[in-house]
């Protein structure tokens, strides 16, 4: 099936500092992602959907000065989490559609551990 | 509102039978899909279902019935590997995925 790469796995950072997660479809092209976030025992919370070459799409309550979306290629899609504090600290993962499979099923990435002390 | 209803916990037996079942409502439906997620990992893709019906796939089976808004995800031949949480998904008329809060199957020698 379809491969998706997410790095890092696990980042530390201080408050206040900025983290860029990356996300990338290794052998299909992705014209959408999807971006994740997960609160330990709690189901996945979109935040956003990332079109490449165009403005990513938010959900309701997401900054988006806060989690900087970018979809620079059809393979990669990196989230920069902007002057982060400890609240932003959880589970963040993305997911690719790979519209050449039968049923567009997605595709999810390893997962970034954020810690934010 | 979108809603997706599945147990939040569930144990069983190594060996044994179990079943998870998932109701829910949406803005239109175009597929329901079965992930695995084990603690701290990212969710893996275990089963589609976009008719009704039983699909089968090894251990792993998965049932939709649209009319009642239902399905169920039954895994056979437990194993202690299949300890984990069971996200149920829908596909609705936007090809948005819809989440279900997922079921933590907890499985017993």
């Known amino acids: 099936g379809a491969v998706v790469s997410q790095h890092p796995s696990r980042v530390i950072c201080k408050s206040g500092t900025s983290v860029k997660i990356e996300c990338r479809s290794l052998?299909?092209?992705?014209?959408?992602m999807f971006w994740y976030r997960q609160f330990p025992k709690k189901s996945l919370m979109l935040m956003a959907t990332?079109?490449?070459?165009?403005?990513?799409?938010?959900e309701q309550g997401v900054e988006k000065d806060k989690f900087l979306i970018n979809h620079a290629s059809l393979t990669l899609s990196t989230l920069t989490v902007t002057s982060a504090h400890p609240e932003d600290s959880s589970f963040y993962i993305c997911?690719?559609?790979?519209?050449?499979?039968?049923?567009?099923?997605?595709?999810f990435g390893q997962g970034t551990r954020l810690t934010v002390v | 509102g979108q809603n997706i209803d599945q147990p939040t916990e569930m144990t069983a037996t190594e060996g044994a039978i179990v079943q998870i079942n998932c109701t829910y409502q949406?803005?239109?439906?175009?597929?329901l899909f079965w992930y695995q997620q084990h603690a701290g990992e990212a969710p893996t893709f275990l089963s589609y279902?976009?008719l009704d019906g039983l699909e089968e796939k090894g251990r792993f089976s998965s049932f939709l019935s649209r009319s009642k808004g239902y399905s169920y995800l039954l895994l056979k031949e437990l194993q202690m590997k299949d300890s984990a949480s069971y996200l149920c998904?829908?596909?609705?008329?936007?090809?948005?995925?819809?989440w279900g809060a997922g079921t933590k199957l907890i499985i017993k020698p």
């Open positions: 997911s690719a559609r790979d519209p050449g499979t039968e049923y567009t099923e997605a595709f």
């Open positions: 052998d299909f092209q992705a014209t959408t």
């Open positions: 990332s079109n490449e070459g165009s403005k990513a799409t938010y």
């Open positions: 949406t803005s239109g439906f175009n597929g």
């Open positions: 279902n976009v």
């Open positions: 998904a829908v596909r609705d008329s936007n090809y948005q995925l819809i």
